[in-house]
């Protein structure tokens, strides 16, 4: 089969490697569409986890159909339309038990994720996993809604912790991959009152497009300002800050209203040295870290896709598999598309 192996950084290649077989507990996937994620252009451009072995899978946002199952696998079959949770765990720790399996306490996470240091990658013909991640699609869902489930979910997650309700006062910091999910959660929770703060021209007209919120282009406009102006001085009640750029962290610093939160999703590559302890102290505000999904939020994002509560395809654009870099790593990077969608090939 194809699949892109990444050998470094820049450096992901496309190569044939073995079908991989299922063993006892697993499940064969056909890939039908596979998104890239923020943390993949970490992967790429910034050698992030550059102490994992090379050449190494990518990919965890996918869906597609079941090919094979393993000895022991009884309520998966042939067939079967299914997206993936990427994320493997002991499933008894702490934890586990409270649905954070990214915290497993068991298990080392960093060869426990899907396209995360994992031997399986999900940029390829076929996946196997276990079947404890497989997850069904509904009927009425398509396999490309099945795709983008995941990286809703992540913003979901991060909604979900904060406690957002519908008065909740709200800044999502950056609208990309990961931004556009917290959007969309947002959206479809009813919030009535959050701001998106979003530099890319192409990505801030997509926007308007899925949301009534306020859109703030922080190349031309003071974001913090512009927050505080809309709250009446007090500033919001939680910022969600999924940039992973040290600019926009001082805006969620500036932004962020007295027993606020702080919610960290961005990856960053290098360090935030400005950060001073003292308003945090004084303001009682909360730095909360955010790290993968849950199943929970998996079950809550495909009742809203089945709910029509997410829109699936203004913001999101197909491209073939042989073309994953040039116009998939590459338009991302330079901030042009919310989120990318490789279709692999299915005959």
């Not at 994720?113 to 990658?121: D, K, V």
């Not at 509560?309 to 598309?337: K, N, Y």
């Amino acid at each position: 089969m194809i699949a892109y192996q990444l050998h470094g950084e820049q450096d992901l290649r496309r190569e044939e490697v073995p079908v991989p077989e299922v063993g006892e507990g697993e499940v064969q996937v056909r890939i039908a569409h596979n998104g890239i994620c923020g943390s993949d252009l970490h992967f790429y451009y910034a050698s992030a986890q550059s102490g994992w072995p090379r050449p190494r899978a990518i990919g965890h946002e996918f869906a597609g159909t079941v090919t094979a199952v393993g000895p022991g696998v009884t309520d998966t079959a042939v067939g079967d339309r299914v997206c993936v949770f990427p994320i493997d765990s002991c499933g008894e720790c702490r934890q586990c038990r409270a649905d954070y399996p990214v915290l497993c306490e068991v298990v080392d996470r960093s060869v426990s994720t899907i396209g995360c240091g994992s031997p399986i990658g999900a940029m390829a013909e076929y996946a196997v996993v276990p079947n404890r991640l497989i997850i069904p699609l509904p009927d009425e869902l398509t396999l490309a809604q099945g795709a983008l489930v995941e990286p809703i979910a992540v913003a979901t997650t991060a909604v979900q912790r904060a406690e957002i309700g519908r008065d909740t006062r709200v800044a999502v910091l950056g609208g990309g991959p990961i931004g556009i999910g917290a959007v969309l959660a947002l959206e479809a929770l009813d919030v009535e009152q959050f701001v998106v703060v979003e530099p890319s021209p192409a990505r801030r007209t997509a926007l308007q497009t899925l949301t009534k919120a306020r859109i703030v282009d922080p190349s031309t406009e003071d974001a913090a300002a512009e927050v505080r102006a809309l709250t009446g001085g007090h500033g919001v009640d939680v910022v969600i800050e999924c940039a992973g750029v040290p600019a926009s962290l001082d805006s969620a610093f500036a932004m962020v209203g007295k027993r606020g939160k702080i919610v960290l999703i961005g990856l960053f590559e290098k360090p935030y040295e400005s950060f001073s302890p003292n308003p945090v102290a004084l303001m009682e505000v909360s730095v909360v870290g955010h790290n993968g999904s849950t199943k929970h939020a998996f079950r809550t994002v495909l009742q809203w896709m089945r709910e029509g509560r997410i829109p699936t395809d203004s913001w999101v654009r197909h491209v073939p598999f042989d073309e994953a870099v040039d116009a998939g790593f590459e338009p991302l990077r330079r901030g042009e598309e919310i989120k990318i969608l490789v279709d692999l090939p299915q005959g």
